[in-house]
């Protein structure tokens, strides 16, 4: 297995001239080199290296070709990339910062506000505005001292975060080993290559878009389109024509809503239309795979460094949620009488294990496995089939895990709340609190407990019940 900096170091040369990386500016995609961005990402880690960066460097950006630079940068020369959600607030952010060390944050300028926050409380902590300083750091690594590439696989990477609203989040970390094992095997099955065109509109720092649909380019050689702006999805879809696209349930069922002969001719030219993150209704994947769309549901977790289970290309079972990948071991332990019991994991693409904490219901064994905490069970032909979790958690529509334990216990911070629970309603969150105090007050609160909270994790829909109740509501 060759290692992020050989891959980079080989594709300035092998595909000097084919274009990578696309972007919108004034209503037209303009295109960059393979060349062009991996000289960038070069000039940029000599620079970051000179300045002093090292160790675990944080990403806090939304997608553009600054972050895919900056992301390869730091993974092949720097140090540890954590990237993380662009929604993050500062609470959020000095929730990882208890868990990790970090040397430095590569930030965009719209997240200022946040930064400028959190300088105040990490004075040790270096920040870096991509849009006002990556200019002049790349111009200035031009005649930096000549690199040396992190070439040990077997050596942290990346570090990824899962949920941490009410208290210190689980550090996952991955190794370019972890990350780059999958590829063999995913090729095999969907094979990938310079021809392809990828749009992406999922967020690069998930380990779904960030591994699959970003960082496996670098083998692959495909060309990527970035999404503009999400309202523009299908619009920008029908004029670029890519034939590799990640997705999740939720705008897959928007794309379905929307679903006429023009798009519905543009997605059968998709060679493979990958779908994960979160349960796939069997009648909307059923309805596009009889209509010449290879939709292909995924399955995986962040700390198996994305997929686990992938559906095979023809393969009309529309309730699994994919066929356990080559070089994976997937087992069920403790099934019921249907077969039903916890699908555990080893392979190479399994993290070692978190950082410093564990999670009493999806943790790391000593044989390797990792327990995934959901249930399901696996056929003859090694499809997996999901059948809920073993903890209360809402996978979102677009993705994201939400544990709702944290969140009830975040409200009842206030001691005036004897109950709550919260719930997922028509694609958002929403809760139910019983309490003495007046409703403008209740409300109030949650409001406060939301200007904490990233948008997705955010109480939307609110229910006070005055009523006495004991116990938590089920």
């Known amino acids: 297995m060759k290692s992020i900096c050989e891959y980079i170091e080989e594709d300035k040369k092998k595909w000097e001239s084919l274009p990578y990386i696309a972007v919108k500016k004034d209503g037209q995609f303009i295109s960059r080199t393979f060349g062009e961005v991996m000289e960038d990402v070069q000039c940029l880690a000599r620079a970051l290296i000179s300045e002093g960066v090292r160790g675990n460097v944080m990403l806090y950006s939304q997608n553009s070709c600054e972050w895919a630079v900056a992301d390869l940068a730091v993974l092949g020369y720097v140090g540890v990339c954590v990237p993380i959600d662009s929604e993050w607030t500062a609470f959020d952010i000095s929730n990882t910062l208890s868990v990790i060390e970090i040397n430095t944050v590569l930030y965009e300028r719209s997240k200022r506000s946040v930064i400028d926050e959190l300088r105040k409380k990490y004075p040790a902590v270096r920040f870096i505005c991509i849009e006002e300083s990556f200019p002049k750091l790349i111009k200035d690594g031009k005649n930096a001292a000549p690199l040396s590439g992190k070439r040990d696989i077997n050596e942290t990477a990346m570090i990824l975060f899962t949920s941490g609203t009410t208290n210190r989040p689980k550090a996952i970390p991955l190794t370019q080993k972890n990350l780059l094992h999958n590829w063999n095997a995913l090729y095999a099955r969907t094979p990938m290559t310079s021809a392809d065109i990828s749009y992406i509109f999922l967020p690069l720092n998930h380990v779904y878009a960030g591994v699959a649909n970003f960082l496996y380019t670098i083998i692959s050689g495909m060309s990527i389109y970035l999404c503009s702006d999400r309202s523009k999805m299908l619009e920008e879809m029908l004029e670029i024509r890519p034939t590799i696209v990640c997705t999740v349930p939720l705008i897959l069922n928007r794309i379905y809503g929307a679903a006429d002969e023009r798009v519905m001719e543009m997605l059968r030219n998709i060679r493979f239309l990958y779908c994960g993150g979160s349960f796939t209704d069997p009648k909307i994947k059923k309805f596009f795979i009889d209509n010449g769309v290879n939709l292909l549901e995924a399955y995986g977790t962040t700390e198996t460094s ?111 709340i004897k109950s709550a629970a919260v719930f997922e309603e028509d694609f958002h969150l929403a809760a139910r609190i019983y309490t003495d105090l007046p409703e403008a007050e209740a409300r109030k609160y949650i409001e406060e407990v939301n200007e904490n909270l990233p948008k997705f994790k955010r109480i939307k829909n609110l229910y006070v019940k005055s009523e006495s109740f004991g116990g938590r509501i089920k």
Do not use: W
């Not at 992938?310 to 997937?330: E, F, I, Q, R, S």
């Not at 699908?343 to 009493?360: E, F, H, N």
């Not at 993705?399 to 409200?411: H, S, T």
């Open 306 to 416: 994305s997929v686990i289970a992938l559906a095979k290309p023809g393969d009309d079972n529309y309730d699994c949620c994919g066929v356990v990948l080559d070089g994976l071991d997937v087992r069920i332990i403790s099934p019921d009488d249907n077969g039903v019991g916890e699908i555990i994991v080893r392979g190479g693409s399994v993290s070692a294990g978190y950082i410093s904490q564990s999670d009493k219901y999806s943790e790391f064994d000593d044989d390797g496995f990792y327990h995934t905490g959901d249930l399901g069970y696996l056929d003859e032909n090694r499809r997996l089939f999901l059948r809920g979790r073993k903890k209360r958690m809402i996978i979102t529509a677009n993705g994201k895990n939400i544990y709702v334990d944290e969140l009830e216990r975040l409200i009842l911070k206030n001691t005036e």
